[in-house]
């Protein structure tokens, strides 16, 4: 125990890893006021002020409220009337034929996400109109809009995987949406779910820099040759020095999680959270709610954060200073990402896999993984190969540590 105790001090000492974990907390509030303030704002026109992010998530709140509840046939028809009066209404357009600013300010904005909703059912699931044909839906259709949709997603996963057998992964998925889908103003509550993928990027990387003097720092301070003095101490070292790391991983992701929950419920409170992703993605498959998809990336964020301490270990235990380390954690963690539209589909998969390549949207998608003859839905087998990482590579980092030359 005074040997863990002793490796948690030696990491909260090291200026570079106060730095990295008060920049850690610094993204996330970064973040959180940036989503609030800033991406939930809006600008109506150039003349006038922007509308405050607090004020404009009013706005959208109450304009949800008369749809609040089971979204029927009937009311998604009564909602898209509203859209095809206001196109094939004159009055709305310039003389050149263009919609008015001020129309669409005046009818369509206060529909709020609805107006949404719409555009994406018309363009998913009717997709027989013509480009950017929301308007000429006829809102008739929409009564049946929950057999059709049925319709159009047997149509988009037999475009899209032409195994049966990968079809039928998804088809079960798509056999438990429950309809009518439950409305609300769905999209800040998506907003917040973005700002949980973008801060557990930035603390990975950010961990990284602070774990990478873990084992490296011995060498480079040449204490090494002192703690592998004691040959049957060198593996209770480097127990405590792992042990150090993933308590200061799974604090620092308490914390920022902590941080981005509170911050979201005071700002968007929980409405939305029931609502279906459907919403948004019409073709989903997934039974997932918005609140779901923030428990996922929660989880998530906290399993990277485990596979980058393992990755860390690792470099750390390789490199002959922290510097290399560093650079092993970035290349891993932001450059090979960054590079991986220019490998080959299957190599672009294994790099998916890494602790900041996964991403949430994949629960809107009907990605597949093959292994060993299973097919593992990708939300799955990202999540699941985190701490796979951990386990893997923590062990060998101390093995490499311990078995590591003094010269």
Known sequence: MSLYLWELKKIWRRTSARIALALTVGWALLGILVNVFFNNSYKVDGQTPRIPGPQEIANQLAWAEPWQGPLTGEELAAAQQT???YYHDPANRTP???LTNDSWNAVIRPMGDMADTLMDIAAAVYDDLPYAGWGELEPDRLRTYYDDRADA?????ASQLPDPADRALFEAQEA???TPFVYDWYSGQFSAIQVIQDTFLGVCLLLGIALAPLFAGEVQTGTLAISHAARR?????AAAKLGAALTVA?????????LLVVSQRLAFGTRG???PIQLMKPLATAPLTFGDCQHYALVFGLACCLGTVGFTAVFSALAPANFPAILGVFGLLVLLPMASGLFPWEV?????????????YDLFRQNLYHLAGLRVWSPVMQLAVQPVYLILLAPLAGRLYTRRQVW
């Open 153 to 157: 997603v047997d149509r988009w996963l």
């Open 233 to 237: 101490g060198r593996g209770r070292l």
């Open 250 to 258: 799974v604090a620092v992701w308490a914390l920022v999680a902590g």
């Open 83 to 85: 859209v095809w009066d």
């Open 176 to 178: 438990r949406v429950e």
């Open 348 to 360: 672009r998969q294994l790099v998916a896999l890494l602790p900041t390549a996964g991403d949430f």
């Open 96 to 98: 050149d034929g263009s």
């Open 273 to 275: 959270l029931d609502c």
